[in-house]
């Protein structure tokens, strides 16, 4: 079995889901197809 580590890059805080949206759909044109939006309270 081969263990492996993984690491997150974080890339911006929104105050709001659209513009979340829209910074992931520059970071998926830029190639990071696994990219994606976790939201925090």
């Known amino acids: 079995m081969t263990?492996?580590?993984l690491y997150r890059v974080?890339?911006?805080a929104f105050?709001?889901?659209e513009?979340?949206?829209k910074s992931l759909t520059e970071?998926?044109?830029a190639g990071i197809?696994?990219?994606y939006i976790v939201a925090e309270k």
Do not use: C, F, P
């Open 33 to 35: 197809n696994d990219a």
């Open 3 to 5: 263990l492996y580590q």
């Open 10 to 12: 974080q890339a911006g």
């Open 19 to 21: 513009n979340a949206e």
């Open 27 to 29: 970071v998926k044109n």
């Open 15 to 17: 105050s709001s889901r």
